[in-house]
């Protein structure tokens, strides 16, 4: 197939200087560009396309010359075949991927079609020629008349050299009557042609005014689909941005809800965690209580209060009677006492020593205070010398015993709950005799003090001996 190498406009004017089909191949790069490539080589399309056929030129889709002929002819699609006529109409467009014989059948159609309409157009000019010919025919008597049609000089030429053939007997007259139809004839003529070439000038006006509205009214078209494609494409993304927002409001909304059961649920998990520790800890605080309970209920601490303000700490079983206690304490005093509690007040009898440490509530711990009774210290007090000796060395043999009390082990700290009945036969000879001996001096010494109170006071004067209150008066 044989392209036209110059641009556009020159392959117009050459197609119209030819009479030829002006044949625009639009290509592209994609695969329906390559089948079309390969029917435009063919030797029989080439053949039907031949030179004096059409001017064929080829544009790329994307260069500049395409989008100049796309506002006259707009481009469709890619690849495309455009055949113009002499008049600038299209005959025939061929586009898009096409078999090999439709497209013959196509071209070899359209060559055939606009070789219909030339034949017409040239008989029509052919009658017309005829026509001005045998119009001229009646001046064409008169010789050198087509060399008159420059001038007036030539005419008279033509009348000069009219007169030298064998006709030059005529007269002048005559001949003057000829040059004066000539030159009517001639006038007549300049007037036809200036009245055809003014209608063809006007012919044309009106063909370029109506190409300039057709080329008007495509770019308003083209305008109009634009902004329709425009509008298209603003609803499309509209739609598109709604479904989006749509779309992650809806993942907003699971992930919300997702986390919300999570949260839930280890909120559960943490709460069921935290019930069952503090039902563990209840349970163990139970267990422990119980434990502790049971300990405490078992076994009956109790504290002494002696006389001389020293407490004595020794642990009973819960079951034994306060005999138990009374015996403990005779043993390390030595004499006859009185047990009582300060709060609530109250003074165990001898009926009480069969009651135990339950039944008297002194179970798991109590406090006992101990106040000799008054028949002992009258038994204890003998001898006027030894008193007196007894007297100035008791203080001494008091800060002795408080030392002893702190490097020394409390007998009653290691004595065995369940032999507190025979505590006197367990109790070592240095400790008895040590007991002995400070309970004989606080005799003396609570007999020197007993010489200064009356032996008959009651046991709520006694409440006070030897200056320890032991109750709130």
């Given at each position: 197939m044989e392209w036209f190498s110059g641009n556009i406009p020159q392959a117009i004017q050459l197609a119209k200087e030819r009479g030829s089909i002006f044949l625009v191949y639009v290509t592209g790069e994609d695969e329906?560009?390559?089948?079309?490539?390969?029917?435009?080589?063919?030797?029989?399309?080439?053949?039907?396309?031949?030179?004096?056929?059409?001017?064929?030129?080829?544009?790329?889709?994307?260069?500049?010359?395409?989008?100049?002929?796309?506002?006259?002819?707009?481009?469709?699609?890619?690849?495309?075949?455009?055949f113009i006529g002499n008049n600038g109409t299209p005959l025939e467009v061929i586009g898009g991927k096409v078999d090999a014989d439709s497209f013959r059948q196509k071209v070899q159609n359209v060559l055939e079609r606009n070789k219909s309409n030339e034949a017409?157009?040239?008989?029509?000019?052919?009658?017309?020629?005829?026509?001005?010919?045998?119009?001229?025919?009646?001046?064409?008597?008169?010789?050198?008349?087509?060399?008159?049609?420059?001038?007036?000089?030539?005419?008279?030429?033509?009348?000069?050299?009219?007169e030298e053939e064998p006709q030059k007997k005529k007269s002048k007259p005559e001949l003057d009557d000829r040059v004066e139809r000539a030159r009517e004839l001639l006038e007549k003529k300049k007037a036809l042609k200036a009245q055809e070439e003014f209608e063809k000038e006007r012919l044309k006006e009106v063909e370029r005014r109506k190409t300039g509205q057709s080329v008007q009214q495509l770019k308003q078209f083209q305008q109009e689909r634009?902004?329709?494609?425009?509008?298209?494409?603003?609803?499309?993304?509209?739609?598109?941005?709604?479904?989006?927002?749509?779309?992650?409001?809806?993942?907003?909304?699971?992930?919300?809800?997702?986390?919300?059961?999570?949260?839930?649920?280890?909120?559960?998990?943490?709460?069921?965690?935290?019930?069952?520790?503090?039902?563990?800890?209840?349970?163990?605080?139970?267990?422990?209580?119980?434990?502790?309970?049971?300990?405490?209920?078992?076994?009956?601490?109790?504290?002494?209060?002696?006389?001389?303000?020293?407490?004595?700490?020794?642990?009973?079983?819960?079951?034994?009677?306060?005999?138990?206690?009374?015996?403990?304490?005779?043993?390390?005093?030595?004499?006859?006492?009185?047990?009582?509690?300060?709060?609530?007040?109250?003074?165990?009898?001898?009926?009480?020593?069969?009651?135990?440490?339950?039944?008297?509530?002194?179970?798991?711990?109590?406090?006992?205070?101990v106040v000799p009774a008054s028949g002992s210290l009258g038994n204890s007090s003998g001898g006027g010398g030894g008193g007196l000796l007894s007297l100035l060395f008791a203080p001494f043999m008091v800060i002795w015993n408080l030392i002893m009390s702190f490097f020394a082990p409390s007998p009653a700290l290691t004595q065995n709950s369940n032999s507190s009945a025979g505590s006197s036969s367990s109790t070592s000879a240095a400790g008895g005799d040590r007991e002995r001996q400070s309970a004989t001096k606080r005799s003396r010494q609570e007999g020197n003090i007993r010489r200064m109170r009356n032996p008959d006071d009651d046991d709520d004067e006694n409440a006070t001996w030897n200056g320890n209150s032991t109750q709130q008066m």
């Open positions: 329906d560009t390559k089948g079309m490539d390969k029917m435009w080589e063919d030797a029989e399309v080439s053949q039907m396309c031949k030179r004096d056929a059409t001017v064929a030129i080829k544009i790329q889709g994307n260069s500049e010359s395409c989008t100049f002929f796309s506002q006259i002819y707009p481009v469709v699609i890619i690849p495309s075949a455009y017409s157009p040239a008989q029509s000019s052919q009658q017309q020629h005829m026509s001005s010919a045998a119009s001229s025919s009646a001046a064409s008597q008169l010789p050198g008349t087509s060399a008159a049609s420059s001038s007036r000089s030539d005419v008279a030429m033509a009348a000069t050299s009219e634009e902004i329709l494609e425009v509008k298209e494409q603003l609803k499309k993304e509209k739609e598109e941005e709604r479904k989006a927002r749509e779309h992650i409001k809806l993942e907003i909304a699971r992930d919300r809800a997702e986390r919300n059961a999570k949260y839930q649920t280890e909120k559960s998990q943490k709460t069921e965690q935290q019930e069952a520790a503090r039902k563990a800890k209840l349970v163990e605080q139970q267990r422990a209580a119980a434990e502790a309970g049971a300990r405490r209920s078992e076994t009956a601490r109790i504290q002494f209060r002696l006389p001389d303000g020293s407490s004595v700490s020794n642990q009973f079983p819960s079951s034994e009677r306060l005999q138990a206690a009374y015996e403990f304490v005779v043993q390390r005093m030595d004499c006859d006492v009185t047990l009582s509690t300060a709060y609530p007040r109250r003074t165990f009898t001898q009926s009480d020593m069969d009651a135990t440490f339950v039944d008297l509530q002194l179970a798991p711990t109590a406090v006992l205070i």
